[in-house]
Structure formats: C-alpha cells, structure tokens
C-alpha cells in the first residue's frame, strides 16, 4: 500500500506565497518522477510542475518565475512553492508520483488534492 499525502494548502491573498508538500509513504523501493497537477473549477486538470529522479524541472509557462518544485529523497516528499499568487491559481493541487514498489510493482500514485484559493 503506497498513499500520497499532500498538505499547505489554503486561503491567501493576491500577490502572497503558500508551500505545498506532498509525502510519500508505504511499500517504496525508489521514487522516479513526481509532480503537481492542479483543477480550478469546471477545468480540466493540468499539469503545473515536474521533477525527475535527477532533480530536472519543467513547469508550466503560466508559473514559470513565480513558482518552484523541488524534492527531498530521504523523505520521499516534494513541494511546491508558490509565490506571487494570483486569483487564477485557485484549485485543486493533485500530487502525483511514478514509483517502484518493493513488491517489484510499477504505480502511477495520487493523491487527494488540498484546495489553494486566492483571494482577497
């Protein structure tokens, strides 16, 4: 049994910073990729940001420069930082990882989403 466990999320104002965290827990031999998705009402989900097994971002243009994904392997976690925040990154976040059981099982994990709105 592998669970993501996502927290930090929130009320703020425009223009302010929240720090997501998402850690990994259960039956885990190795981590390889993680992200965050999010979904604002009546969208699709989209993906935000991504981080390899090696540490290599990607991120969507829409947070480029105001947002930074980062992760600790000891801890099987990554975060979100979110700074600059605008009314448009109110959502669902989503933490998402591909990872290796110790079972020798290949999973795609979810986890159960923290609502971000931005607000004044």
């Known amino acids: 049994q592998v669970q993501l466990v996502e927290s930090g999320g929130g009320l703020v104002q425009p223009g302010g910073s929240l720090r997501l965290s998402c850690a990994a827990s259960?039956?885990?031999?190795?981590?390889?990729?993680m992200a965050w998705y999010r979904q604002a009402p009546e969208k699709q989900r989209e993906l935000v940001a991504v981080i390899s097994s090696g540490s290599s971002t990607n991120l969507v243009d829409s947070v480029k420069g105001r947002f930074t994904i980062s992760r600790d392997h000891a801890k099987n976690t990554v975060y979100l930082q979110m700074n600059s925040l605008k009314p448009e990154d109110t959502a669902v976040y989503y933490c998402n990882a591909d990872l290796m059981t110790t079972g020798w099982s290949y999973l795609e994990v979810w986890g159960q989403g923290t609502l971000v709105t931005v607000s004044s």
């Open positions: 259960g039956s885990i031999f190795n981590i390889y990729r």
